[in-house]
């Protein structure tokens, strides 16, 4: 982790030692789990900060460090404990958290239009944080704690995506952006005991974001 942000300190002073049009973003918005992923875990909000160069009329280069979490989804896991035949039930906590930290590159579209269209390729390292706590509740009404989970990972990641941007004066620009996360892991992760185990695998998720890029000129 602190060669990461070392690594990310440096890529930072290089931006700005540099001559050209460069300044700082804040995005927020929201993540849409996908694939296995979305089987129980909610919507969630998330965001990113960071610095930006443009390196030429159509392009830019970013570097970017965020935090995002999700929540697990209970009545679907217990919907799901139901129709596999387990009388039983969960009452657990299952929460992920994760902090990007990523470099990205902005291909700027040329058009006669107001605002400027983008595609966008990223990528870096994710920092997740998995918990598993509570209890599981069986068909007499009796309580037993589920055994407690936590694990750290870093994984990394290919994001893509696309979005625009709309200047609103002469140092501040709205940026508008979808994206798709996908990290390079397999994992599986248990949620339940005592006779059933839901589990995801890959998380990998869609962003829909909005924000400010703000210049120095």
Known sequence: MK????????????????EGE???????????????????YNASFGGFGGVFYNFSETGRVSATIGYNSWSLDLDALNE???NNGNTGSYNIEAPISAI?????????????????????????????????YGK????????SSVTPRSDKTTDGS?????????????????????????????????LGD????????TINFISIYAGLNIFFR
């Open 22 to 40: 460069y300044g700082f973003t804040i995005n927020g918005g929201m993540n849409f789990p996908t694939s296995d992923f979305a089987n129980y």
């Open 100 to 132: 990007p930290i990523l470099i990205n590159v902005k291909f700027f579209l040329k058009t006669e239009m107001s605002f400027t269209p983008y595609l966008l390729l990223e990528g870096g390292v994710y920092k997740i944080t998995r918990e598993v």
């Open 194 to 201: 005592y006779g059933y185990g839901s589990s995801y695998s």
């Open 3 to 18: 060669k990461t942000i070392f690594i990310l300190i440096i890529f930072t002073a290089s931006l700005f030692a540099q």
């Open 80 to 82: 799901d404990v139901k």
């Open 136 to 143: 599981y509740i069986n068909e007499d009404g009796a309580s």
């Open 158 to 190: 290919i994001n893509l995506g696309l979005g625009i941007e709309y200047p609103i004066n002469e140092i501040i620009n709205l940026d508008i952006s979808a994206r798709y996360h996908y990290l390079l892991n397999e994992d599986v992760y248990n």
